[in-house]
């Protein structure tokens, strides 16, 4: 995408593209490296060791554990699959809202000047850095049949508490922030030059919005939509205190696995496999967005 | 300012990862009031040695064992009492899976002798140190306005129970079966079909009952006593069940005369009394 914009250092062939000022997270290291130097290597490798092992050995006691013919019957049982169900659909819904909300709130935050600024990103990126079980707390106190705003919602006939709208909430809470973050980062990185240029051209707020932010971001918004589903997707605390648990109603994976380890640890640990897969297959896709970025 | 967010995303990563198990939204702290009690010390040794004992113990006992644990901890200059309260079954997983501990007391038979047959503790040692019977428990201002065990079936009622893995929501089952007997009409499934979640510990469920987020939930006559500002119903003794408590020291334990010396005071006359204080009963 391309406009002709004279004077600018981004300036090519009569044409200023866009794809090179686009901001973004960086999971794979495209730095230049260094070969290493045989003396002091040690020193790095020795005491990097303990944290890989630390890392590395739980997953692996896990696919272990899991790696038996049994696999499938106990991914496939009751439990397992209500709470895969579960965890899917609370958990797309849960990233819509957020998409659908947080795109623009983002692009407010990223190139808006208003007063209250600074206290409304303080609000909004809080819980990211808070503990669930406080979320959790702080939702069944506000939205709670006896909560604050309890009353309200009754009188409206809602009540909110052990409903699977609850788990939606508890996982939009916490997970919402992340997808905000990295889209005004996206939108950050975006030239304000080039916007000025697509006003001039006449182009409407809207048309700035969907045509030009909206695809320069797209790595962006892309790294916030999976960083936001998979925290939802992983959503614990504030999913047992808010919504409690039954099966098939708010018994995601996570509290199945937490719930069901003494019940029957081997269900545990199939849902925990699986989450663990998919974190890596999303890990895996930023990667790969990241490197296919144009330098 | 950039790098600020890019650090906040990558703290945020971080914390998806270690989610804090849930909290037991509230507990009282108040105690019914007592006298003190005295306590024999095991030894009298002058200068006291630093001794630390550890003490896994059923959810229920978590008001009851804490003053046992003062109480314990002042007779015995130098002894440090350490508690986990949380379900038994957790306990027992906790156990299992390599956690070291002294001493465990359980809700019910069932996770005492799962131990014993893995031989995590010796054969015949567990004592039943307690009994405990169940009973319906409402918020404050019983919102619902149960008056009767028969209202436990009224249509969209909201009913916290204990997942059936817990201790007390194995009992509940047995109790909803014996008043599903007398009550009849199908009582038993009306009252599953009110639950609306199955918390992991007893605790958790007083605490959805307190938080008035549940109509009733079927818990401990004794937590009853440790959260007065509930409203009950009591369930009839030929409905009702005995909950037996079994005590024991863990076949690994690293101080077993600490660890005896504190099962003694448990069953002694003043530990039974604090155990009784707090609305448990003796063994029969």
Known sequence: MCFPQKGNPFYKNGAFCLSNKVMRLRLSSTHPMVKTNGRFAWLFVVP???????????????????????????????????????????????????????TPLAYILARWNFPGRAALELLIYLPVVLPPSVAGLALLIAFGRQGVFGGWLASFGLSLPFTTTAVIL???????????????????????????????????QWQLFSKVMIPL???????????????ALGEFGATILFAGNLEGKTQTMPLAIYLGFERNLNVAIVLSVVLVLVSLVMLGIMRKLDESQPE | MKRFWILLLAVALLLSACDAPALTAARPAEAPTSAPTI?????????????????????????????????????????????????????????????QTDVFASANAKEM???VTGKFIPADSAKIFLTNQLLVIMPADNPAGLTALADLAKPGLKVVLAAKEVPVGNYALQVLNKLDAAQGTGFKD??????????????????????GEADAGIVYSSDAVAAPELQTIDVPAENNIVAQYPLAALTNSRNPELAQAFIAYVLSAEGQSVLQKWGFLPVK
Do not use: C
């Open chain 1, 48 to 102: 990097g060791l303990f944290l890989v092992i630390l890392l590395g050995l739980p997953l692996l006691a896990l696919f272990l554990r899991a790696a038996s013919g049994e696999f499938f019957t106990y991914a496939l049982s009751d439990t397992a699959l209500a709470a895969l169900k579960l965890s899917l659909i609370t958990s797309l819904i849960s990233v819509m809202i957020t998409v659908l909300s947080g």
């Open chain 1, 170 to 204: 508890a996982q939009t809470f916490v997970s919402a922030p992340l997808y905000i973050l990295s889209a005004r980062i996206g939108f950050a990185g975006v030239d304000p030059q080039l916007e000025e240029a697509a006003h001039v051209e006449g182009a409407s």
């Open chain 1, 217 to 231: 971001s797209g790595r962006a918004l892309i790294t916030g939509v999976i960083l936001a589903w998979t925290r």
């Open chain 2, 39 to 99: 306590i024999p010390t095991i030894a009298p040794a002058a200068p006291p040695e630093p001794q630390m004992l550890t003490v896994y113990a059923a959810a229920s006992l978590t008001n009851a064992f804490e003053e046992l644990g003062k109480a314990f901890e002042a007779a015995n200059p130098g002894v440090t009492v350490e508690f986990n309260f949380a379900g038994s079954q957790t306990l027992r997983t906790q156990i299992e899976q390599g956690a």
């Open chain 2, 113 to 115: 002798d799962t131990l």
């Open chain 2, 190 to 211: 009306k009252v599953l079909a009110n639950v609306v979640s199955y918390e992991n510990d007893v605790k958790q469920v007083v605490a959805k009952v307190q938080l």
